[in-house]
C-alpha cells in the first residue's frame, strides 16, 4: 500500500502528478485495447461484471494507493467505454475530443478554478471573457453589444434563454413558447421548470419547423410569446429555415431563439455559414463546442445579441461579490451563470482556437460535412440499403435496410432496431435510432450514423454498412 502522503498531496504540487499521468495513460492504452473496438461487446450485463469485478470494495478500511486504484479503475473504465475516437461509435452528437483540448482540460482541472468570483480564479476569469466577446461576435457580427455565457451544454443555454425571455417580458403575462415537434427536449422540461405554459409544438411533416404554422400560431395568441427555431435536429440535423422564421416572429412581436446545439460551429466555417443565414436575428442562440468543436464535456455557449439581456442573471452574494468589492473593480462573476461552483470550461476553448485557429476548425467541420455528403451517397449506390429520401442534415445520414421494407410496417421497424442492438451487444457499432418520415409521409425507424470524426474519410464505412446489410440479412430470416 501506498503511503498516505502519495494520496493526499494536492495535484499541482512534487512530481506525485507526473508518475500519475504516465499510469493514466498506460491505463487508457490497455483499456481500449481490451475493448478492440467502439464499443465493449456482450452488453450491459457483461460490462456491469467486468466493472464490479474490478471495483471489487470500493471503500475498503485501507486503501490501495493511487497507482493500483489508476491503473485498475481507468483501465476498466476504457475497456467499458463507448469510444468516440473509433469511426464506428457514431450514433450521438459525441465526439472524440482533439488532443490539445483534452491536455488543456487536465491543466484547468489541476489548477481547479471555481468561476464564481474573482479571487478563486483572476487568470481565468479573464480567458473567459476573452472567449465569449469572441464566440459572440461570431454569432452576431453586426450587434454593438453581443455577448455570452459559457454553460454545460444546450440544455443550460436552452433554460436560460427562456428565463431571460421570461425576466425581460416580466409583468406583461405569461410567456408563450412556440416550437416544432423536431425542437429539442429540453425546451418542453425549460418551459416546465420556469412556471411556463406548456409549449405550443408545431407539427413538422418535413423535419422543418414552418413558418406558416409559426405564422398561424401567433396570429390569435393573448399573450407574449418566444419561437424556438432548431438549427440542426438532433435526430437529422436540418435547419429550419431562419430568415423566415425570424421575419413572422418580429411582425408579431415575439422574440426568438435559435437552439444551434449542434449547427452553430458552422459559422466557424466560410463555406458553411450560409446555411446558418438569418441566425443573428435571433435575440438568443445556443451552441455546443462538445459537439463540432471537439471539446471535452462540457462546453456550451449561449449567445445574446445585447448584452443588457443578462441582467437577469445578477444576484447579490457577500461573500463572493459584495458591492463595495464590485465598485472597487473585483470582476462580478456571479452573474455569469445560473451554476455557483464551475468549471473553467472556457480554457480549453481559448487553447483550441488559439492553437487551431477559426480556419484550422473550419476544416475539422467541413470534412464531417462533406465525408457525410458522401457516405449518403454510398448508402444511395448500396443494394442492401436505402437512404430516407431527401436531402441530409449537417452531418447525419438516415438509412435502413432493403429487408425493412419487405417486412412492413411495424415489424420492418423491429427488424431495424434488432439491428442496432445487435452490433451494440457485438461491440462492432454504436448507431443511432430516429423516427423519421418516409416518402409516403409515413413515419419509420432509421438507422442513424452522426459523422463527428474528424478524420475519418467516407470509404472508411463501407465496411459498417456492408455490416449493417448483413445482419438485415441474419436477423430476417
Known amino acids: 500500500m501506498a503511503p498516505v502522503d502519495a494520496v493526499v498531496t494536492p495535484a499541482g504540487f512534487g512530481s506525485g502528478l507526473r508518475a500519475m499521468t504516465s499510469v493514466v495513460l498506460d491505463a487508457l492504452a490497455a483499456g481500449a485495447e481490451q475493448r478492440g473496438g467502439p464499443l465493449p461487446a456482450g452488453g450491459p450485463e457483461a460490462v456491469t461484471r467486468r466493472v464490479s469485478a474490478a471495483l471489487g470494495e470500493l471503500l475498503p478500511e485501507h486503501g490501495d494507493g493511487p497507482d493500483s486504484a489508476l491503473r485498475d479503475l481507468t483501465t ?83 433554460l436560460i434563454a427562456l428565463l431571460l425571455t421570461r425576466e425581460q417580458l416580466r409583468g406583461t403575462g405569461p410567456i408563450q413558447v412556440v416550437c416544432g415537434a423536431n425542437a ?103 451552441f455546443d463546442l462538445h459537439k463540432l468543436g471537439w471539446q471535452p464535456v462540457a462546453s456550451g455557449i449561449l449567445a445574446v445579441r445585447e448584452a443588457t439581456t443578462l441582467t437577469g442573471l445578477r444576484i447579490r452574494a457577500d461573500y463572493l461579490n459584495a458591492a463595495d468589492d464590485t465598485a472597487a473593480g473585483l470582476p462580478d462573476l456571479l452573474g455569469r451563470s445560473l451554476r455557483t461552483s464551475r468549471r473553467p470550461d472556457a480554457f480549453k476553448v481559448a487553447v483550441t482556437m488559439r492553437a487551431l485557429g477559426r480556419r484550422g476548425i473550419a476544416m475539422l467541420i467541413e470534412h464531417c460535412v462533406h465525408t457525410a455528403e458522401a457516405l449518403a451517397a454510398a448508402v444511395d449506390a448500396h443494394p442492401g440499403l436505402r437512404r430516407r429520401p431527401g436531402e441530409i442534415g449537417i452531418s447525419t445520414v ?77 436477423l430476417a430470416r
Open 76 to 158: 476498466v473504465l476504457a475497456a467499458g467505454a463507448a469510444d468516440p475516437s473509433d469511426p464506428y461509435c457514431a450514433a450521438h452528437l459525441h465526439v472524440a475530443p482533439l488532443a490539445v483540448a483534452a491536455a488543456a482540460d487536465f491543466a484547468a482541472s489541476v489548477l481547479n478554478p471555481s468561476m464564481d468570483s474573482w479571487d478563486q480564479a483572476p487568470a481565468a476569469s479573464v480567458i473567459e471573457q476573452a472567449v465569449t466577446d469572441a464566440l459572440a461576435a461570431l454569432v452576431y457580427p453586426r450587434a454593438a453589444r453581443p455577448d455570452a455565457l459559457i454553460t454545460s451544454g444546450g440544455t443550460e443555454s436552452n
Open 184 to 286: 429539442h427536449h429540453s425546451i418542453g422540461r425549460a418551459a416546465w421548470l420556469l412556471g411556463l405554459p406548456n409549449p405550443i409544438v408545431l407539427d413538422c411533416p418535413t423535419g422543418r419547423l414552418s413558418p406558416a404554422s409559426v405564422d398561424r400560431a401567433l396570429r390569435d395568441l393573448p399573450q407574449p410569446a418566444v419561437v424556438v427555431a432548431t438549427a440542426g435536429t438532433t435526430d437529422e440535423g436540418l435547419i429550419d429555415p431562419l430568415p423566415e422564421l425570424a421575419e413572422v416572429a418580429s411582425a408579431h412581436g415575439a422574440r426568438l431563439h435559435v437552439d444551434a446545439a449542434y449547427g452553430g460551429p458552422l459559422l466557424f466555417s466560410a463555406e458553411l455559414a450560409p446555411r446558418l443565414t438569418g441566425i443573428d436575428a435571433a435575440d438568443t442562440v445556443s
Open 398 to 474: 438516415l438509412l435502413r435496410p432493403v429487408e425493412a421494407d419487405w417486412a412492413g410496417g411495424e415489424p420492418g421497424d423491429e427488424l431495424v432496431a434488432a439491428i442496432r442492438r445487435r452490433l451494440l451487444h457485438d461491440g462492432t457499432a454504436v448507431l443511432g435510432r430516429a423516427a423519421a418520415a418516409d416518402a409516403d409521409g409515413q413515419h419509420r425507424l432509421w438507422l442513424k450514423i452522426t459523422l463527428l470524426h474528424p478524420q475519418a474519410s467516407a470509404d472508411r464505412f463501407d465496411t459498417l454498412l456492408d455490416l449493417i446489410s448483413s445482419a438485415a440479412g441474419t
